[in-house]
C-alpha cells in the first residue's frame, strides 16, 4: 500500500533545486510489502534522480 503524506488534508510536496532545475517529489508511505518486495524497493528506489537523494527510502520513525 502506497499513501501520499499529507498536511492539513494536502499533499505534502518537496523540492531540489539541482543546477538550477527544480525537481518536484512528494514523499509517501510504504506499507505491508512482503520481505523480498520491501527488499527490492530499498536496494533499487523508486523513480529517478536517486543519485541526488531523491527516491530513497527510510524506516518510518515510530509515533510518541
Not at 37 to 47: A, D
Amino acid at each position: 500500500v502506497v499513501e501520499f503524506i499529507t498536511k492539513n488534508d494536502q499533499v505534502v510536496k518537496r523540492t531540489k533545486n539541482v543546477a538550477g532545475k527544480e525537481m518536484v517529489g512528494f514523499p509517501v508511505n510504504v506499507n505491508n510489502l512482503s520481505p523480498y518486495n520491501s527488499f527490492k524497493l530499498q536496494t533499487f528506489g523508486l523513480g529517478g534522480r536517486r543519485h541526488f537523494g531523491c527516491g530513497l527510502f527510510l524506516p518510518q520513525k515510530p509515533k510518541q
